[in-house]
């Protein structure tokens, strides 16, 4: 249902309204609240709060039409204003334009054209929402979806690219927030999730500033993906940067005190690339997987609080450019060999 917002100092007019769109307002096709002036319709614009088109008159007492439209635009940019004027009165019609009107009829009301003006006012005013509608949808889709799939649907054939699946090359890293259950046993919802999102939002800020990607956020840990150019020596810097920047904040006090850190597992070497799920739940994930993404997650179970850990090979490969020390052999599992693990200081 359209409500509209009939602003005259006439009293004749209501009664003509009325008479006029019986039948609408009967088959709860429109609502008419009244005003006798500007400055009653912006008291019945607070009381009234879903008003989507006013039909104001411009010359009455207190505060005019004008006065009125200027106030619409700066305070109700969704409203559509139709401007009632005397036959001719050009200059009033001029400015009422030039001021956000959407459109205007003059008196005496010819009330088929007024019906006909409000039908494409009120479309109007539809199509603006739905608009702004599906910009709020495409943003929220934007937290949910990962950005090289949305790069991919910004394309023509975005539907043949996102089926595509290769072998790519790259690193892999998950870092976890320590010992973060006990808080989520004693402290309030709102307080685990908001300081979770908080912590996240440091690991995103590092991760992306060394070029790499959220795969994908598990509980109370995150995987990211690195790829191109010296990917792995960029995944063990995100790794060190998120480490610093969580060591960096706050302590949670009060119900079980708590000081956050973070525990590291990175592998590097060549995994599959594409959308994994189901397409009869219509959830896919546009992920990596393979053997060498199960040992990083290994590394990082391996890892004690505050640790950064990595296997000989990848070792072999940044030893010049990081500081690490040798923790010693571990078997890890579905590995029949036990295997040389790192830790990457500085």
Do not use: W
Request: proline content about 2%; glycine content about 6%; aromatic content about 6%.
């Amino acid at each position: 249902m359209a409500k509209i917002l009939v602003v005259d100092d006439e009293s004749d007019l209501e009664i003509l309204i009325k008479q006029k769109f019986r039948k609408e307002i009967r088959a709860n096709e429109y609502e008419f609240v009244f005003a006798g002036n500007g400055k009653e319709a912006l008291s019945a614009l607070q009381i009234e709060g879903d008003v989507d088109m006013v039909l104001s008159d411009i010359n009455m007492p207190e505060m005019d039409g004008l006065t009125l439209l200027g106030h619409l635009s700066e305070s109700s940019p969704l409203i559509k204003s139709v401007m009632v004027s005397a036959y001719g009165d050009m200059d009033n019609i001029r400015t009422a334009m030039n001021h956000g009107a959407f459109d205007f009829i003059t008196k005496p009301i010819d009330f088929k054209d007024l019906s006909i003006t409000m039908e494409k006012t009120l479309s109007y005013v539809r199509q603006l929402k739905e608009t702004l509608d599906a910009i709020r949808e495409n943003n929220i889709l934007k937290m949910y979806v990962d950005e090289s799939v949305l790069n991919f649907m910004g394309g023509k054939d975005y539907e043949s690219k996102i089926k595509v699946n290769e072998t790519v090359e790259a690193s892999v890293t998950f870092i976890d927030i320590c010992d973060f259950t006990s808080i989520s046993e004693t402290a309030s919802a709102d307080t685990v999730v908001n300081l979770l999102n908080s912590y996240f939002e440091v690991m995103v800020k590092e991760i992306i500033e060394q070029g790499g990607y959220v795969d994908k956020f598990i509980g109370d840990a995150v995987m990211a993906v690195f790829r191109g150019d010296h990917h792995l020596d960029r995944a063990i810097d995100a790794s060190l940067a998120v480490r610093e920047g969580i060591k960096n904040l706050p302590s949670l006090a009060g119900n079980g005190s708590f000081t956050p850190n973070v525990t590291a597992g990175i592998n590097s070497g060549e995994m599959v690339s594409g959308n994994i799920g189901s397409q009869q739940l219509r959830r896919l994930d546009y992920t990596v997987i393979g053997d060498e993404v199960n040992i990083a997650q290994r590394l990082q179970a391996a890892a004690e609080a505050g640790q950064i850990v990595i296997n000989e090979l990848s070792y072999n490969k940044i030893k010049e450019s990081f500081k690490c020390r040798e923790i010693g052999e571990m078997n890890l599992k579905n590995k029949s060999k036990p295997i040389v693990l790192y830790e990457v200081l500085e």
